[in-house]
């Protein structure tokens, strides 16, 4: 079955640097994009950015610009986010979520069981 | 980007009972080119991910219990729970993906009275 597993929780510090990984498995890497989408507590989930597993291409939020960055490997099947410039404002449960159809306008069918990232000082 | 809006902010419904759900879009979700409307719907309980429960609006994913049914078309949908189950106890979110980037509701919380 389809499963995309994320990597654990994170407590970071103000100005700090994440990365999450996201590993699929069940299907056929190259044939769905995978995106990333974040919550933060008490708000609506929001489109972060998407990866294209086969050729890497990538695009990203307009306000996360610079500070987002979505990487693949092809060899383990895994999708990586890193975000920057860490602030209390990226405090929030990050989700990775395969695409149904390709490649930006899209519905989710899977998705990670989500990491928590906690920004504090 | 498209505003996705929904009503009510919370509800609570008997066991057995109907639950409607509507979400609103700033602009329309109905491609005039297929006649789809690029809507889906989605279950959150807590502690997890969001589940796939509707997509065109009106498709019920695979495993989704037909007390489930999606309507509507152009700017105005509507999610449907007919015989409220105590499972059913979650967050629903709408989920436009006719532009870039997709956006969501801001969720509406299914209890039970």
């Known amino acids: 079955q389809v499963q995309l597993v994320q990597s654990g929780p994170e407590v970071k510090k103000p100005g700090a640097s994440i990365k999450i990984s996201c590993k699929t498995s069940?299907?056929?890497?190259?044939?769905?994009?995978v995106h990333w989408v974040r919550q933060a507590p008490g708000q609506r989930l929001e489109w972060m950015g998407i990866?294209?597993?086969?050729?890497?291409?990538?695009n990203y939020a307009q306000g996360l610009w610079g500070k987002v960055s979505i990487t693949r490997d092809t060899s383990t099947s895994t999708v990586y986010m890193e975000l920057s410039s860490l602030t209390s404002e990226d405090t929030a449960v990050y989700y990775c979520a395969r695409a149904a159809l390709s490649p930006t306008n899209t519905f989710f069918d899977h998705w990670g069981q989500g990491t928590l990232v906690t920004v504090s000082s | 980007d498209i505003v996705m809006t929904q009503s009510p902010d919370s509800l609570a419904v008997s066991l057995g009972e109907r639950a409607t759900i509507n979400c609103q879009s700033s602009?329309?979700?109905?491609?005039?080119?297929?006649?789809?409307?690029?809507l889906a719907w989605y279950q959150q309980k807590p502690g997890q991910p969001p589940k796939l429960l509707i997509y065109?609006?009106?498709t019920r994913e695979s495993g989704v219990p037909d007390r489930f049914s999606g309507s509507g078309s152009g700017t105005d949908f509507t999610l449907t729970i007919t015989s409220l189950q105590a499972e059913d106890l979650a967050v629903y979110y709408c989920q436009q993906y006719y532009s870039f980037p997709v956006t969501f509701g801001q969720g509406t919380q299914v209890e039970i009275k």
């Open positions: 069940g299907y056929t890497f190259t044939t769905h994009y």
């Open positions: 065109w609006a009106s």
């Open positions: 602009q329309t979700l109905l491609y005039s080119s297929n006649n789809k409307n690029y």
């Open positions: 990866i294209t597993p086969s050729g890497g291409t990538t």
